[in-house]
């Protein structure tokens, strides 16, 4: 089993930045790519940007050159560096990470809420 607790999430205006971090811990040897999801109200949940073991990274359109994901392997911790928020940036973050075998985890989210 994998446990992951996202924070970082809050109230920010637009224009403004926030650091969202994901630890994880348990069995979290074999854990490969992880990565930044979110689910604003009434939408279905999207991929923000992943990481893999080895560091490759992908962003979605929307937050490409605003948003910046990393992860520190020996602290077992994920992090999105997000600049320049939106109000449409605005969503529960969830963090997810994925075990050799198939397995999927996710935390249990993190609010990010951009006014305007």
């Known amino acids: 089993q994998v446990q992951l607790v996202e924070s970082g999430g809050g109230l920010v205006q637009a224009g403004g930045s926030l650091r969202l971090s994901c630890v994880a811990s348990g069995s979290i040897f074999s854990i490969s790519t992880m990565g930044w999801y979110r689910q604003a109200p009434g939408k279905q949940r999207e991929l923000v940007a992943y990481?893999?073991?080895?560091?490759?990274?992908n962003y979605a359109n929307s937050v490409k050159g605003r948003f910046t994901i990393s992860r520190d392997n020996a602290k077992n911790t994920m992090y999105l560096q997000m600049n320049s928020l939106k109000p449409e940036d605005t969503a529960v973050y969830y963090c997810?990470?994925?075990?050799?075998?198939?397995?999927?985890?996710w935390g249990q989210g993190t609010q990010v809420t951009v006014s305007s």
């Open positions: 990481i893999t073991s080895s560091g490759g990274t």
């Open positions: 997810k990470a994925e075990r050799v075998g198939a397995f999927v985890y």
